[in-house]
């Protein structure tokens, strides 16, 4: 099906693990995004891309590792979970950076 | 840094009454969108509004511009437990995008 997609959807891990959360979009949309979402915060970027092998820092990019090496995918990776980093991950893309954002159904990440 | 203040953060109200929701900045933006949350899912795009005293209705949900564009406001008629969910606004300055804190409306049958 054509849209955004996220996986996994629920994802346990322990400190000082390694985890990589999966987005994929059908649209080729330029622009992809990184979000957090923590009560009390809304929605904090994390990085952002302009376009394939082009990524740059949002508001809260520590401790977080991207690569836009296609168009349509855009994995966040966490090098050495944190407690800190447990939170609701969505992701986002849009056909400029000024226009509407799409976004995923979102990735449960709890980190032990 | 750009910040945009929303309020209030918690909304709980009866079926068939009214709400307002705001969402405020020093900041002038270019344009501001709101979306709508619900549990679960991801936010889905409302409206956009661009133009300074730009008003937007979508059927119960009327969406304001300040002249300045600095703020925004989201006013719900006859609110319904339908409605429940996470309203977020975001704006976009200078090609950076803000999003607000997010209110949370509980709409009680």
């Known amino acids: 099906d054509a849209g955004i997609t996220q996986s996994p959807r629920y994802k346990i891990t322990e400190t000082g693990r390694q985890v990589t959360l999966m987005c994929h979009q059908t649209?080729?949309?330029?622009?992809m995004f990184w979000y957090r979402q923590d009560l009390g915060h809304g929605l904090r970027l994390i990085y952002y891309s302009a376009a394939a092998d082009i990524t740059d820092k949002g508001e809260v990019p520590d401790g977080y590792v991207v690569s836009r090496s296609k168009t349509e995918n855009f994995p966040l990776t966490l090098e050495s979970a944190t407690r800190s980093q447990t939170s609701v991950y969505f992701c986002?893309?849009?056909?400029?950076?000024?226009?509407?954002?799409?976004f995923g159904p979102g990735t449960r990440l709890l980190v032990l | 840094t750009q910040l945009l203040e929303q309020s209030p953060q918690f909304l709980s109200i009866q079926e068939g009454e009214n709400l307002t929701v705001y969402c405020n900045s020093s900041s002038v933006f270019s344009s501001l969108q709101w979306y709508r949350q619900e549990p679960g899912e991801g936010p889905v795009l409302l409206v956009t509004?661009?133009?300074?005293?730009e008003v937007k209705k979508l059927k119960r949900l009327t969406f304001q511009f300040g002249d300045a564009r600095k703020d925004s406001s989201l006013h719900i008629t006859a609110a319904q437990p339908g409605d429940t969910g996470l309203y977020l606004c975001e704006g976009t300055s200078y090609g950076k995008l803000t999003f607000g804190q997010g209110t949370i409306l509980t709409v009680h049958p």
């Open positions: 986002a893309s849009s056909t400029s950076g000024k226009e509407t954002q799409y």
């Open positions: 649209w080729s949309h330029s622009y």
């Open positions: 509004v661009v133009t300074g005293g």
